[in-house]
């Protein structure tokens, strides 16, 4: 079954750093998406991109947050300036044009 | 607000047992997934369902998605210790390549 893989598996990372998590998606898909989760909580979406540019994203996704696929493989979610409140599981999925979204393994990050 | 409900939040079976866990969601959804995990690990694929009345089957468990698409189960025949975890349910609601709302999970345990 083809893979969506994500680094690192586990980010520590100190308040106010910036973090860039990465993830490479199924080479023909298209659709991309950031989700996390807290632990113990709901998946959260986060952010939808297509066609090089945003096509959603959620009320969590404010100015700390932006994505880019810089190299036509990686895509990557940034975070400028990581709190607490950051701390969570990232999960990136990609997904072609019809058919289920391929979710990659998660990276944990925590914010001390 | 497009909102899912699981239904039991948490349940303890003792092994050999069926169970049902539900997802119930307030409008008509697109696309059902259904999703395994460990507590703070990735998401294991299950089942996605997109037409109504469709039922597919994997091993010990099938997912059903009724004819209204509002509402999914997911039945365990004859459980086993290796099904311990948590079930989580996402939906699509505006057609394909969207994002995913979730259920906040269902938490199975099983005895042997």
């Known amino acids: 079954e083809p893979e969506v893989t994500q680094t690192p598996s586990h980010q520590v990372t100190q308040m106010g750093q910036e973090v860039i998590l990465r993830c490479v998606p199924i080479s023909n898909h298209l659709y991309f998406y950031w989700y996390r989760q807290i632990l113990g909580q709901k998946v959260e979406f986060l952010v939808s991109?297509?066609?090089?540019?945003?096509?959603?994203k959620s009320e969590i996704f404010d100015d700390q947050f932006s994505v880019e696929r810089p190299d036509g493989s990686n895509f990557t979610l940034k975070i400028r300036s990581t709190k607490l409140e950051d701390s969570a599981m990232y999960f990136c999925?990609?997904?072609?044009?019809?058919?289920?979204?391929?979710f990659g393994p998660g990276t944990r990050l925590t914010v001390t | 607000s497009q909102e899912l409900e699981q239904s039991p939040q948490s349940l303890i079976v003792q092994e050999g047992k069926n169970l049902t866990i539900n997802c119930t969601s307030s409008k008509t959804l697109y696309g059902l997934y259904w999703y395994k995990q460990k507590y703070g690990e990735g998401l294991i694929f299950l089942m996605m369902l997109q037409k109504g009345g469709e039922e597919k089957s994997h091993e010990k468990i099938t997912a059903k998605l009724d004819e209204k698409k509002q509402q999914s189960s997911l039945h365990i025949t004859a459980s086993q210790p290796s099904h311990a975890g948590i079930y989580l349910c996402?939906?699509?609601?505006?057609?394909?390549?969207?994002?995913?709302?979730w259920g906040l999970g269902t938490s199975l345990a099983v005895n042997p």
């Open positions: 996402g939906a699509s609601y505006a057609g394909n390549n969207r994002k995913l709302i």
């Open positions: 999925a990609s997904q072609g044009q019809a058919g289920r979204q391929y």
């Open positions: 991109f297509y066609n090089n540019e945003i096509s959603e």
